[in-house]
Nanobody
């Protein structure tokens, strides 16, 4: 019902940059919040950055000033510009979309498959 296309992960040296993209499609009536999450060593997903439909943004303290999230509501797409990358930014980044489908009247969270980011010298 909801399909994700995530891209932009890869390998970069410390101090480098990457840009992640996430587009959702399917039987979608409306998308509320979208965001990027990072899997922790404890196997939990923690917030990296998220953006509302009204373009209100929130960042984890660890990425504030280095990452910037943006959104295209018309195409249900978000991007995460990641600058000044550090080794501790390494991990799998998952896209989250809070979606209301055409046949429903409630919102539900959907997750992308994840994209690997590796920061190493």
């Amino acid at each position: 019902q909801v399909q994700f296309v995530e891209s932009g992960g890869g390998f970069v040296q410390p101090g480098g940059s990457l840009r992640l993209s996430c587009a959702v499609s399917g039987n979608i009536a409306r998308v509320a919040n979208m965001g990027w999450y990072h899997r922790t060593p404890e196997n939990e997903r923690e917030l990296v950055a998220r953006i509302s439909r009204a373009l209100t943004v929130e960042y984890a303290d660890s990425v504030q000033g280095r990452f910037m999230i943006s959104r295209d509501n018309a195409n249900h797409t978000i991007r995460l510009q990641m600058n000044s990358l550090k080794p501790e930014d390494t991990g799998v980044y998952y896209c989250l979309a809070n979606v209301r489908l055409h046949e429903g009247n409630y919102y539900q969270d959907y997750w992308g498959q994840g994209t690997q980011v590796t920061v190493s010298s």
